[in-house]
């Protein structure tokens, strides 16, 4: 296992740099870049003295240097303008859109992403391990109809109308005001035991939002799979010898069953990331798909590039703990795969 | 007796991977500014694969041979790696697999073999590990395998299932608890 370990570290490091890299390219395809766009309005307004500190920013950003050079230099790898000051020092870059550094533009935003994608994880399995393993157990009873029902109810239902229905409800029967991850009176405000208490009221409804899909396909696959492991022969003989069914459904069906749900985490990270972008906007939460979304409409490369490098970053780990949980769970050669004997 | 030991061509891509696991980050951490939390995750890489380095020369190190009594694994460190497990005490067996590729190509396999408390006591405190890049890896595998089908130890599914793609166990119900296949012979056989 810590040759695994080790083999998936080194995977996982290059494949952060190639993203880093398609990332910086992507960014950078749309012919100009922000400050040339704004350049194009002030000589069209005519205003000198904008296009001469335009210019100047450019020199200083490095926009006029090679891509490579450029990528480098935001990296924090090759020393810029002002030495190493990349992304490996801390330094995100500038945000021309905001005339701010991006690391104080983003803010809370990333660690609430974070917080919000880590916690409906968290949901999604916690709702959808108990109910998958009923569902299974307890074949066509009417538990596992009612959990099909609801489950297909939250496969179908758009998250933005699940949304918007139960921030009615917060509001209406909790008192919980609607939008934002947390009241007014506590944004931008150092964190406190009222702001945690009002986040967490907050969370709640983007939680379930963003998680219900996910749980929904969640319980159908796990479900699937152990009634698949149900029906081999290992389970009857070990029926018939007289092992209790807690034990036997413990000791090798559930483990088995747990492959995909496992190999799931990898997965889920990025679609919920993907997903929530969509309910953020919808709930005016203040993570970083809505200003993702932005950045990218006005070209704003070192915003957008810090973004969507660190949503790049959540989804290899994520594949990262999949893979090694997987490893752990179930080393067994797949079919067609070959071993290097 | 058959003696086995991993040749530098067998274990040449594990020191490339151990060389560029140590020295990429050292030279970042020389020549670059970084952030404390950026350093303390490089400082750990480096820790990481210079485990990983000693451990591929400990195994190049490492002779092991096998014969009709057991297996035994001498290395250096004053005997400090020496395990030895005999036949009549192997206690359990595992057959592993492993691979970084999303397809499950390319991977290698691991055979862990462990024997009752009493054995371990030979040199030895713990399991005896190989991996497939070791020569004869097959016929080590082979050859426990049907020392442990003569003593009627058990399989996990894993394990079973890389055993029959390396064409073994296929015909053997002992070995294949996820197949249909009639009632195992033991209560050993039998998930518990």
Same mark, same amino acid.
């Given at each position: 296992m810590f040759t695994y370990f080790t083999h998936r570290v080194l995977v996982m490091i290059p494949t952060l740099l190639v993203i880093s890299v398609i990332t910086f390219i992507i960014i950078q395809?749309?012919?100009?870049?922000y400050l040339s766009n704004q350049m194009a309005e002030l000589i069209a307004s005519g205003d000198r003295a904008a296009i001469e500190k335009l210019a100047f920013l450019r020199q200083e950003f490095g926009l006029d240097k090679p891509m490579l050079e450029q990528y480098a230099a935001w990296l924090g790898i090759w020393p810029g303008n002002n030495g190493f000051s990349g992304i490996l020092q801390g330094n995100l870059g500038w945000s021309f859109e905001y005339n701010l550094p991006v690391g104080e533009v983003v803010g809370d935003r990333l660690f609430l992403s974070l917080v919000l994608n880590f916690t409906t994880m968290l949901f999604v399995y916690a709702v959808s391990f108990p109910i998958g393993v009923y569902t299974a157990v307890r074949q066509y009873s009417f538990g596992d109809h009612a959990m099909t029902f609801i489950g297909y109810i939250g496969l179908a239902t758009p998250n933005f109308l699940l949304a918007l229905i139960l921030l009615f409800l917060a509001k209406k029967h909790f008192g919980v005001s609607i939008g934002?991850?947390?009241?007014?009176?506590?944004?931008?405000?150092?964190?406190s035991w009222g702001k945690f208490v009002s986040i967490c009221e907050h969370m709640v409804v983007p939680v379930i939002v963003i998680g219900t899909s996910g749980t929904a396909g969640m319980i159908r696959r796990l479900r699937a799979n152990l009634l698949d492991e149900l029906q081999k022969q290992y389970v009857t003989t070990a029926r018939a010898k007289g092992l209790t069914n807690r034990k036997l459904l413990l000791k090798y069906p559930l483990r088995m069953a747990l492959n995909p749900f496992v190999a799931d985490i990898g997965n889920l990270l990025p679609q919920m990331i993907s997903g929530s972008a969509i309910v953020a906007v919808v709930m005016s939460l203040p993570t970083s798909g809505p200003m993702l979304v932005s950045a990218l409409q006005s070209q704003d490369q070192y915003l957008a590039g810090s973004f969507l490098l660190f949503l790049a970053a959540l989804t290899v780990v994520g594949m990262f703990v999949s893979d090694l949980a997987l490893a752990a769970l179930d080393p067994r050669i797949r079919l067609g795969a070959e071993a290097s004997k | 007796m058959n003696i086995y030991r991993y040749p530098v061509k067998a274990l040449i891509f594990d020191y490339i991977r151990s060389g560029l696991g140590v020295l990429v980050p050292i030279a970042l951490m020389l020549f670059t500014d970084l952030l404390p939390v950026v350093f303390y995750i490089l400082a750990g890489l480096v820790l990481l694969f210079g485990i990983y380095g000693v451990r591929t020369a400990l195994r190049q190190a490492t002779l092991l041979s096998v014969d009709g009594n057991g297996v035994r694994q001498e290395g250096p460190l004053g005997g400090l790696l020496n395990r030895e497990i005999r036949w009549a005490d192997l206690r359990d067996f595992r057959l592993r697999y492993y691979s970084t590729r999303r397809d499950g190509k390319g991977g290698w396999m691991q055979l862990v073999l462990r024997a009752t408390d009493g054995s371990e006591g030979h040199g030895s405190n713990g399991p005896i590990r190989l991996d497939s890049? /070791?020569?004869?890896f097959d016929d080590i595998v082979r050859q426990v395998y049907e020392m442990a089908r003569d003593h009627g130890l058990a399989n996990d599914p894993a394990s079973a299932a890389n055993l029959t793609a390396m064409g /073994?166990?296929?015909?053997?119900p002992a070995v294949q608890p996820t197949v249909s296949s009639p009632a195992p012979p033991n209560d050993a056989a039998l998930p518990s």
């Open positions: 395809l749309p012919p100009g870049d934002g991850l947390m009241d007014e009176q506590f944004i931008d405000q150092d964190m | 890049n /070791l020569p004869g /073994l166990g296929s015909d053997d």
